[in-house]
């Protein structure tokens, strides 16, 4: 019996990971330039694989970009007193 194709997830094989292959842990190792050639596949360091947030925005503070003018514009006043 097949599976219906609104049950399917559609990024199934695209998602984060947590555990990586023993190929992608030495490509990660030879970018840390933490691995050799003559380097025994067995028994490889731990590697740690976060998953990133690329394209996030942090959210803006209302008030925040008031706050600086007022501190530049004080800083200016008070240079211009002096």
Known sequence: MSIDR???I???L??????????ER????KDEER???GDSLMGLP???HRKSHAG????EIPGKEAA???TESTETKAEEKS
Do not use: F, P, Y
């Open 6 to 8: 609104s049950l399917k």
């Open 10 to 12: 559609k990024n199934a």
């Open 14 to 23: 695209t998602r984060h990971r947590n555990v990586l292959s023993r190929a």
């Open 26 to 29: 030495i490509e990660q190792l």
């Open 35 to 37: 691995w050799t050639e």
């Open 46 to 48: 731990k590697v740690g």
């Open 56 to 59: 996030r925005k942090d959210k």
């Open 68 to 70: 600086v003018e007022t």
